[in-house]
């Protein structure tokens, strides 16, 4: 994916990680769509604002309209969630943004990039598609089901040429995490190293050393990663 000359649009560009990669994507010689649900929210220069809310499948498909020469799709917007055995309709919500928010904008930009030529989707997952986080069971599930759901788009759409990409990261210095007391990586740093990984093509961008050794920890045996991660909890 050659950003130089693309035409991308960004998902929850009003703040963290989403806003900067919409700037930087303007840094690197982008057209970029940048969008969120309160369109006032998003302070860009160089940017074309849409209103969108990734819930609402009648909205995204006059985002598709609106945006018809778009070549890059980052599927940014996300939130946070709690326990599955919390509220059910926190639940829901995370579902609804995390999963079938990326899920419909995927559907209804694919015919989009077909005509441009094919393009990229680009899905901003998350270290927590291979571990939990105590008390966050909805968020981790989500991006579990967008990790795969990145897996599947690969294959369905390989056939009109569209690459599909899975960025994945630790803890980023948002808004999002504020309440976590962990280390945290700058939001524009994680948005320069997936750019960098779109542009390479690769199929999944690991952003970062815990995300890493997360995914490195599938091999094994659920228990052991389950005991350092305990012991690095309580250190």
Do not use: C
Not at 106 to 116: D, E, H, I, K, T
Not at 185 to 207: C, N, Q, T, Y
């Amino acid at each position: 994916m050659n950003i130089i000359g693309a035409t991308a649009l960004v998902t929850g560009a009003n703040r963290g990680i989403g806003r900067h990669l919409a700037a930087q994507l303007v840094e690197r010689g982008a057209k970029v769509y940048a969008t969120a649900r309160r369109p006032e929210s998003i302070d860009l220069e160089g940017v074309q604002i849409l209103s969108l809310d990734v819930t609402d499948p009648e909205a995204v498909l006059h985002a598709a309209h609106v945006a018809s020469d778009v070549n890059l799709l980052i599927n940014n917007a996300g939130i946070t969630g709690g326990p599955l055995l919390g509220d059910l309709n926190d639940v829901r919500a995370v579902l609804d943004v995390n999963f079938w928010g990326t899920l419909t904008m995927s559907r209804a930009f694919a015919p989009v990039l077909a005509a441009n030529g094919g393009g990229t989707i680009v899905n901003i997952a998350s270290s927590a598609s291979w571990f939990v986080f105590p008390g966050t069971g909805a968020y981790a599930a989500s991006k579990a089901a967008v990790w795969n759901m990145g897996n599947a788009l690969r294959q369905e759409l390989a056939g009109q040429g569209t690459q599909v990409t899975s960025v994945h990261l630790g803890a980023a210095d948002t808004d999002m995490m504020d309440r976590f007391d962990v280390p945290k990586m700058k939001p524009a740093d994680v948005a320069r190293i997936a750019l960098d990984g779109i542009e390479s093509g690769v199929f999944e961008v690991i952003v970062d050393d815990f995300t890493a050794m997360v995914k490195a920890s599938l091999a094994d045996d659920p228990r052991e990663f389950d005991e350092r991660f305990q012991r690095f909890l309580n250190a």
